[in-house]
């Protein structure tokens, strides 16, 4: 059995022999059992994060539902839609409102994914079912709301609750998964789940409109009443069957438990055998360096762009023709559908190359492509093609960022620190995107595309510079030039090195 160096393995100088990840990767595993824990992992895992992903993001964008038909139809008086202006109406909104109600989201949002990710690494995945149940009664909420305040309000403790959601799904699991096979589980749940969201979020919300209101709940309060009361009832369950990490979990047996510690550690230079370190303001901090840094600032850039197709892409579908809300919302399936297929594919090729910036590079060209279409044409029909390019680009990108920065943290602390400041530093993305695209730059929104046509150019310098770097770092420790962290370590510092131990190697 792995174990961690004890005190007879220390020098006199306090140093540790500590035996490198390339030469134990693969001892002791059976590929043959290896492969039927892997299969059922994934038959457990990936539909349990992609559905409570689905969840997050059609709560999160409800509030988009009556606006999104607002930006189709506001003009369009006779199709006597009282509903499609409901919610604004209804709150006495103008103006700006809207736009602050989704700052006011996104600042909260971004200030709670580190401390809810600290947290699951702490007390395990009743707090990730917390966060469920939370996010699902506060739309229910949003409900029974009657003023701009109490959206404001709810907007608030939205953030709070729905911060955690992405970074903690993507540290379960790295909890699980090998480095090399992490890219292509995060591609899947978090590639599909704003697919399918975006593809029948708005099919469903058009469905609770037409069917008949519940006592005083009626027009737009059905679309959050329905999908919070399902969102709640789901997190009730997850108390039971959301796993925990490896070594505390009920899905496995004994001899699953022993496997999947032996396969994590694998990848580590320091075997630890499942056990967590403690979390320190130290390790904390340390997140914060270059490759964090780079994949943050290359998850905010890409994050202007998706946030920016939610106000580009109903202006384009409208001006295709006359339609109702609900042909309008079967016209925004096709870019969703496409890209979940094309997502696959090219996560399925980058698991499959164990590069990560080259799936990047390989993609964002589409993003880059779309938006000149958009600046360069009036063409509603080019335009709308070029929301298919954008979204293909934009899909599978995002998951490839993350896992990329996850991948390259070490360890625990770091990995769950990591995971969260990503998209939370890529948030304010989100909120350059609100005050990007306003109503006075309609129908165009020839600003917003201009400036997504500059920051996919600089996510692929970014990617470039990313790469060249990891290459140089790989190469100082393939030559041993790292190899003086270890003097005068004592066995929990070299535990606490991470990814700065000259063993451990990043991912390109």
């Given at each position: 059995?792995?174990?961690?160096?004890?005190?007879k393995?220390?020098?006199?100088?306090g140093?540790?022999?500590?035996?490198?990840t390339?030469?134990?990767?693969?001892?002791?595993?059976?590929?043959?059992?290896?492969?039927k824990?892997?299969r059922k992992?994934?038959?457990i895992?990936?539909?349990?994060t992609?559905?409570i992903?689905?969840?997050?993001f059609?709560?999160?964008?409800?509030?988009?539902e009556?606006?999104f038909?607002?930006?189709?139809?506001?003009?369009?008086?006779?199709?006597?839609?009282?509903?499609?202006?409901g919610?604004?109406?209804?709150?006495?909104?103008?103006?700006?409102?809207?736009?602050?109600?989704l700052?006011?989201?996104?600042?909260?949002f971004?200030?709670?994914?580190?401390?809810?990710n600290?947290?699951l690494?702490?007390f395990?995945s009743?707090?990730?079912?917390?966060?469920i149940?939370?996010?699902?009664?506060?739309?229910?909420?949003t409900?029974?709301?009657?003023?701009?305040?109490?959206?404001i309000v709810?907007?608030i403790?939205l953030?709070?609750?729905?911060?955690?959601?992405?970074?903690?799904?993507?540290y379960?699991l790295?909890?699980?998964?090998?480095?090399?096979?992490?890219?292509?589980?995060?591609g899947?749940?978090?590639?599909?789940a704003?697919?399918?969201?975006g593809?029948?979020?708005?099919?469903?919300a058009?469905g609770?409109l037409?069917?008949?209101?519940?006592g005083?709940?009626?027009?737009w309060r059905?679309?959050f009443l329905?999908?919070?009361?399902?969102?709640?009832g789901?997190?009730?369950?997850?108390?039971?069957?959301?796993?925990?990490?490896?070594?505390?979990?009920r899905?496995?047996?004994?001899t699953?438990?022993?496997l999947?510690?032996?396969r994590?550690?694998?990848?580590?230079?320091?075997k630890?055998?499942g056990d967590k370190?403690?979390t320190?303001w130290?390790?904390v901090?340390?997140?914060?360096?270059f490759?964090?840094?780079?994949?943050?600032?290359?998850?905010?850039?890409?994050?202007?762009?998706?946030q920016g197709?939610?106000?580009?892409m109903?202006?384009?579908?409208a001006?295709?023709?006359?339609?109702?809300?609900?042909?309008?919302?079967l016209?925004?399936?096709?870019?969703?559908a496409?890209a979940?297929?094309?997502?696959?594919?090219?996560?399925?090729?980058?698991?499959?190359?164990?590069v990560?910036s080259?799936?990047?590079?390989?993609?964002?060209?589409?993003?880059?492509?779309?938006?000149?279409i958009?600046v360069a044409?009036?063409s509603?029909?080019?335009?709308?093609?070029?929301?298919?390019?954008?979204?293909m680009g934009?899909?599978?990108?995002?998951?490839?960022?993350?896992?990329?920065?996850?991948d390259?943290?070490?360890?625990d602390t770091?990995?769950?620190t990591?995971?969260?400041?990503?998209p939370s530093?890529?948030?304010?993305?989100?909120?350059?995107a609100?005050w990007t695209y306003?109503?006075?730059?309609a129908?165009?929104?020839?600003?917003?595309?201009?400036?997504n046509?500059?920051?996919?150019?600089?996510?692929?310098?970014?990617?470039?510079?990313?790469?060249?770097?990891?290459?140089?770092?790989?190469?100082?420790?393939e030559r041993g030039?790292?190899?003086?962290?270890?003097?005068?370590?004592?066995?929990q510092?070299?535990?606490?090195?991470?990814y700065k131990?000259?063993?451990f190697?990043?991912?390109?």
């Amino acid at each position: 059995m792995e174990h961690l160096p004890s005190s007879k393995d220390v020098s006199e100088k306090g140093s540790v022999d500590v035996e490198s990840t390339s030469a134990q990767s693969d001892n002791g595993i059976d590929p043959v059992a290896e492969k039927k824990l892997l299969r059922k992992l994934d038959w457990i895992l990936l539909p349990l994060t992609t559905l409570i992903y689905v969840l997050n993001f059609v709560d999160r964008t409800a509030i988009g539902e009556p606006t999104f038909l607002r930006h189709l139809f506001g003009s369009l008086h006779d199709l006597g839609n009282a509903k499609v202006v409901g919610l604004e109406k209804d709150l006495g909104m103008t103006g700006y409102d809207y736009n602050v109600s989704l700052t006011v989201f996104f600042i909260f949002f971004i200030f709670f994914e580190v401390p809810a990710n600290l947290a699951l690494k702490r007390f395990g995945s009743i707090s990730m079912a917390l966060l469920i149940i939370m996010f699902g009664l506060v739309s229910i909420g949003t409900a029974f709301i009657q003023n701009f305040a109490g959206l404001i309000v709810t907007r608030i403790f939205l953030g709070i609750a729905e911060g955690g959601t992405l970074p903690g799904l993507t540290y379960i699991l790295s909890r699980y998964y090998r480095r090399h096979e992490l890219v292509l589980r995060i591609g899947i749940f978090f590639g599909l789940a704003p697919c399918i969201a975006g593809a029948f979020g708005g099919l469903l919300a058009s469905g609770l409109l037409a069917v008949n209101d519940i006592g005083s709940v009626t027009s737009w309060r059905k679309i959050f009443l329905i999908e919070g009361i399902i969102t709640t009832g789901f997190g009730i369950l997850g108390i039971f069957f959301i796993p925990t990490d490896p070594k505390h979990t009920r899905m496995l047996n004994e001899t699953e438990r022993e496997l999947a510690l032996r396969r994590i550690d694998a990848d580590r230079p320091v075997k630890t055998h499942g056990d967590k370190e403690k979390t320190t303001w130290k390790l904390v901090w340390r997140s914060l360096n270059f490759n964090t840094l780079l994949c943050s600032m290359l998850y905010l850039f890409v994050n202007i762009s998706f946030q920016g197709l939610s106000f580009f892409m109903p202006t384009v579908v409208a001006g295709l023709g006359h339609y109702t809300p609900v042909q309008v919302q079967l016209r925004t399936v096709p870019p969703y559908a496409v890209a979940g297929f094309w997502a696959l594919f090219v996560t399925y090729g980058g698991y499959r190359l164990r590069v990560r910036s080259l799936t990047i590079l390989f993609t964002i060209p589409l993003v880059l492509s779309g938006y000149v279409i958009a600046v360069a044409t009036p063409s509603h029909h080019a335009r709308y093609a070029a929301c298919f390019l954008c979204v293909m680009g934009l899909v599978p990108t995002a998951p490839a960022i993350v896992a990329w920065g996850t991948d390259n943290a070490s360890p625990d602390t770091m990995r769950a620190t990591t995971s969260a400041l990503i998209p939370s530093i890529g948030t304010i993305g989100a909120i350059v995107a609100v005050w990007t695209y306003l109503p006075t730059d309609a129908p165009s929104f020839r600003k917003g595309s201009i400036l997504n046509v500059a920051t996919s150019s600089t996510v692929i310098v970014l990617v470039i510079i990313g790469a060249l770097y990891i290459r140089w770092e790989n190469g100082k420790r393939e030559r041993g030039e790292r190899n003086y962290r270890l003097e005068g370590k004592t066995t929990q510092e070299i535990v606490d090195l991470g990814y700065k131990h000259p063993d451990f190697r990043y991912q390109i």
